[in-house]
């Protein structure tokens, strides 16, 4: 079965002026434009294409990467305003259309805006909505504490930055523990700290334990022996200072100092901190 807004691998069953068309296991066959389409490709051969709808509401298949896949989370720019509500720039000719029913507040041309993509299941079209909440789940099992994880960015609240992990999990970033420029739509990634009662997910952006200690050590030092072997930070430094220099807390600075200064990696000075060349 060829499903929509997904990569399907395909058979190329026969060539023609428009393009080749390509079938699934049971049959079903979609259209792959001529402009996708490789000359040095056979009739018998297997390709890996996304299938959409295309303007006239007919299966389409494209080489094409989208930005975003069904069920998947991402940030869209806004390309065009219509009646029937925001079309969006997902990276295919056909834009993606967000109905005014799936918005939360009035959009602009230009501005990226977070959205859910999903099969419509009375049109079969892909449609985006701003309504995420629904779709989140809670991890079963529990993630393990530490777990390396994908976040994409999605909100700055009071708290925190409220990120989406692993394209299906609502997550949270305490202020706290926040040591670097964040913004809507940023991916990177993060560790589990703990999956709370309601099943959200507080993520930490470095990694805790000894093992977080030692990379950031090793931060520190690949610091050092870009700055001539000397940082002006020490134990006297605001934790503003080591965090603009560094995007670390104070507490992590002292004791991955702590481990280079055991290892006698680095000395302290009046001033700061220096690498002991070895």
Known sequence: MIELGNYNTLEIVRKSSVGYFLSDEEGTEVLLPTKYTDSSSEVGEEVSVFCYLDHEERPIATHLKPLVKRNDFACLEVAALTEV??????????QLLLPFREQLRPLEVGESVLVHCYLDPKSFRLLATMRLKSFFTVPEPALPVGELVQLLVARRTELGWEVIVNQAHAGLVFHSDVFEDL????ELDGFVHQQRADGKLDIRLRQQGIDGLQQQAEEI???LLKADGFLPL????????IKNCLGMSKKSFKRATGILYKKRDIQFVDGGIRLISN
């Open 183 to 186: 913004a809507p739509g940023l």
């Open 221 to 223: 030092k690949e610091r």
């Open 234 to 241: 020490n134990d006297k430094s605001s934790a503003e200072e």
């Open 85 to 94: 509500g925001a079309f969006l720039d997902w990276g295919l000719e056909k």
